[in-house]
């Protein structure tokens, strides 16, 4: 007996088949299906077996329902399609008896499902005991697929044991370490973004993930799709948002289905917003966003009883306000609805929509100074109540609404850093001072109890919002940006993370740090961000499992997670996110391959970059800038030394793109 089966054999019971009695071809084609690292290897053996002449018909029964789950699992219209059964039943039924030698095949799709719906829910992940015995049973299967056929490194990838990439970037003579690491983040988030191009988009614009899922990948390819310019991505961005939006329940310019704001928001913003970045001139998509501004005013929002524009509820859709009452709340998540009008206020001043947002800023302005139901003064809330304008949902805690099933999702502190960057805009654009109250209230509280932390402390108390408020330091950063100020500087200093993205000059060693870590992560696992992903808006999470209680008790010191945040932030100069309020000084019209690009100083009045080209051959790119003030500038091209590359050559700005 070859050792390579005995694994096999462990998990048969005395009644299984016999190497003897199902024959050496059989049992050869069996291991090479469990060893194989691609599905589409798996299910040509699984197919070949099912064909094998006289075969016993139960094995060849069961070796075709395997075939066919392979089937499904390659090419359901769906990635997830069993999402619903495993999070009933924690197991997937696929009709074969324990005793069947096929019965082993099942181990490693049983623990990717139960990994993947980890991920996902967010009722499984944050719940310690519903999320332990699911990775709990995960790893149970992962240890049972390496087990029978130990030459499959994908079961290995999930119990923590990396696969290495194939390709390389070593250092270049020449070139700074922060330029090959950049580089090589660059082109690894690169790699993935065409895998998924390549491999999953389907003839309808579709990636297997579903409209609402799928939409939210171009977050994670910011740094590449809008930091650079590549052209393959940026048509897969537009024939992707072109064909979501033209879909029968979208064409009236917002979902037609009654879900929650989260939810409804995402198919629009999340089409709308990226292909603003990318044709800001093109007049379809401000008609787009215009549209949302339209519904917000026109539907789904009105005067509270205070006398206060609010929306009315957290469930709505482009023709209909659900009127219940424990769901009759305003909330932080509901800047998503209205994202892309958002950014076109930011791009045009259209008064309009300034009166629109403002007035509704006033609202939460309101909302925050006061010390209601408990909540502090000075806190945002994460919901108010219509139509009477409270604080809070219907439920007795201010912090928690339960507007919504899902117990996490609207619960205090919940979508606050896009509430806090809209709070920032609607100061950028009015130049009222009122709009920073709640960011300088929620920064004075932050850093008392950074200067003296209190960790156990009550529930929707100051301290226990305190220990909650670290997003803040993103928008406080991208507020010292325009401004120049140093008012929140003792803050930003104490919040260590806003340091790289501010100031990267100045902490070169902490900014090498993050990028060799971001490396890290990406230079291992890559079926884990590609072929292994369940759901798209999880591309990225992969290495989460690694967490400590996570799949094991301790997190695994070898896998670490990508940060494509930081790409962006240095490749643009903006201090956070792209999302709301986003503050690149600048879009490199260049793809993103061989190069690195490090903005130094950014604001109104200049733009300092450090470039690295790593092509052999010259290359030709231009540059969008978004930060400068009207006026008159010089710009010079300068090698290291100081020489010049060019003559020194002077430009025009008159407005906010150059």
Same mark, same amino acid.
């Given at each position: @007996?070859? !050792? ?7 998990? *048969? ?53 395997? =075939? ?10 769906? *990635? ?18 324990? $005793? &069947? ?20 829910? %967010? ?5 310690? $005991? ?9 790893a149970a299967e992962f240890r049972k697929a390496a087990a029978a056929f130990p030459r499959n490194r994908i079961a290995g990838m999930y119990l923590g044991r990396p696969i290495a990439c194939a390709k390389h970037y070593p250092p270049e003579a020449g070139a700074p370490e922060w330029a090959v690491l950049q580089r090589e983040n660059l082109e690894r988030l690169t790699d993935i973004i065409e895998w998924w191009i390549d491999h999953r988009m389907r003839p309808n614009g579709e990636y297997g993930g579903g409209w609402g899922d799928d939409c939210e990948m171009w977050r994670w390819w910011v740094p590449v799709l809008v930091a650079f310019e590549e052209p393959k991505i940026v048509r897969a961005q537009a024939r992707f948002s072109k064909a979501l939006l033209s879909q029968p329940y979208m064409q009236a310019g917002y979902t037609r289905v009654l879900t929650d704001v989260e939810h409804t928001a995402e198919d629009s913003s999340d089409a709308i917003t990226p292909m603003m970045h990318l044709e800001p001139d093109n007049p379809a998509w401000k008609a787009h966003a215009l549209r949302l501004a339209e519904l917000m005013e026109t539907l789904w ?15 709505? $859709? ?52 006061? !010390?209601?139901? /408990?909540?502090? +003064? ?10 009477? /304008?409270?604080?809070?949902?219907? &439920? ?8 919504? $099933? ?19 805009? =609607? ?14 209230? @929620? ?19 100051? &301290? ?12 406080? #950063? ?6 120049? &100020? ?18 990267? =000059? =100045?902490?070169?060693? +902490? ?39 996570? @799949? ?18 240095? #490749?643009?100069?903006?201090? %956070? ?5 986003? *503050? ?9 391959? /061989?190069?690195? +690009? ?10 300092? !970059?450090?470039?690295?080209?790593? %092509?052999?051959?010259?290359?030709? @790119? ?8 009207? %006026? ?27």
């Amino acid at each position: @007996m070859h !050792a390579a089966i005995v694994p096999l054999l462990i998990f *048969l019971s005395a009644g299984a088949k016999t190497i003897a009695s199902i024959g050496e071809t059989a049992q050869a084609l069996i291991e090479q299906a469990g060893n194989a690292e691609d599905d589409a290897v798996r299910l040509a053996r699984l197919r070949r077996l099912a064909e094998l002449p006289g075969l016993d018909v139960r094995i060849r029964a069961d070796a075709e329902k395997m =075939a066919a789950f392979v089937q499904r699992w390659l090419h359901e219209e769906q *990635l997830a399609f069993f999402g619903r059964e495993v999070g009933r039943k924690l197991d997937y039924d696929f009709q074969i008896e324990p $005793s &069947s030698p096929i019965f082993p095949l099942t181990h490693l799709y049983r623990g990717r499902m139960l990994a993947w719906l980890t991920l996902e829910s %967010g009722g499984i992940i944050n719940n310690a $005991s519903r999320r332990r015995e699911f990775l709990d049973r995960a790893a149970a299967e992962f240890r049972k697929a390496a087990a029978a056929f130990p030459r499959n490194r994908i079961a290995g990838m999930y119990l923590g044991r990396p696969i290495a990439c194939a390709k390389h970037y070593p250092p270049e003579a020449g070139a700074p370490e922060w330029a090959v690491l950049q580089r090589e983040n660059l082109e690894r988030l690169t790699d993935i973004i065409e895998w998924w191009i390549d491999h999953r988009m389907r003839p309808n614009g579709e990636y297997g993930g579903g409209w609402g899922d799928d939409c939210e990948m171009w977050r994670w390819w910011v740094p590449v799709l809008v930091a650079f310019e590549e052209p393959k991505i940026v048509r897969a961005q537009a024939r992707f948002s072109k064909a979501l939006l033209s879909q029968p329940y979208m064409q009236a310019g917002y979902t037609r289905v009654l879900t929650d704001v989260e939810h409804t928001a995402e198919d629009s913003s999340d089409a709308i917003t990226p292909m603003m970045h990318l044709e800001p001139d093109n007049p379809a998509w401000k008609a787009h966003a215009l549209r949302l501004a339209e519904l917000m005013e026109t539907l789904w929002t009105g005067r509270n009883q205070r006398g206060q524009l609010q929306f009315r509820s957290t469930y709505f $859709s482009v023709d209909r306000v659900d009127e219940r009452t424990d769901r009759a709340c305003d909330t932080v998540y509901h800047v998503r609805a209205v994202q892309p009008a958002l950014l076109l206020w930011q791009r045009t001043g259209d008064p309009r929509l300034g009166r629109l947002f403002t007035a509704w800023m006033d609202t939460w302005v309101d909302a925050a100074a006061r !010390a209601e139901r /408990g909540k502090p +003064a000075g806190i945002l809330p994460s919901a108010i109540h219509w139509p009477d /304008g409270s604080v809070g949902g219907t &439920s007795p805690d201010w912090w928690d609404p339960r507007n919504h $099933s899902e117990p996490t999702l609207y619960a205090w502190p919940s979508a606050l850093r896009m509430m806090n960057n809209t709070l920032l805009l =609607a100061w950028h654009m009015s130049k009222k001072e009122k709009y920073l109250e709640p960011l300088r209230s @929620m920064a004075a509280i932050r850093l008392r109890w950074l200067r003296n932390p209190q960790h156990a402390a009550a529930p929707g108390s100051e &301290s226990w919002c305190a220990a909650r408020l670290g997003l803040l330091a993103e928008t406080l #950063a991208k507020y010292k940006r325009l401004s120049a &100020s140093t008012e929140f500087d003792e803050l930003l200093a104490r919040e260590q993370f806003a340091a790289v993205a501010l100031d990267p =000059a =100045a902490n070169r060693r +902490a900014l090498i740090e993050q990028l060799e870590t971001s490396a890290r992560a990406l230079r291992v696992n890559f079926e884990g961000y590609t072929s292994e992903v369940r759901y798209t808006d999880r591309v990225l999470r992969f290495p989460a499992l690694f967490r400590r209680d996570m @799949m094991f008790a301790q997190a695994s010191p070898g896998i670490h997670e990508p940060n494509p945040d930081l790409i962006y932030h240095l #490749a643009t100069g903006d201090p %956070g996110e792209c999302g709301y309020m986003p *503050l690149a000084a600048v879009r490199w019209l260049t793809p993103p391959r /061989g190069i690195a +690009a490090l903005v130094t100083r950014s604001g109104p009045t200049e733009l300092t !970059a450090e470039l690295f080209h790593f %092509g052999r051959q010259n290359r030709a @790119m231009g540059a969008e800038l978004f930060l400068l003030s009207p %006026g008159q500038y010089a710009f010079q091209l300068l090698q290291p030394d100081g020489a010049a590359v060019c003559p020194t050559q002077r430009f025009l700005v008159v407005g906010p793109r150059t």
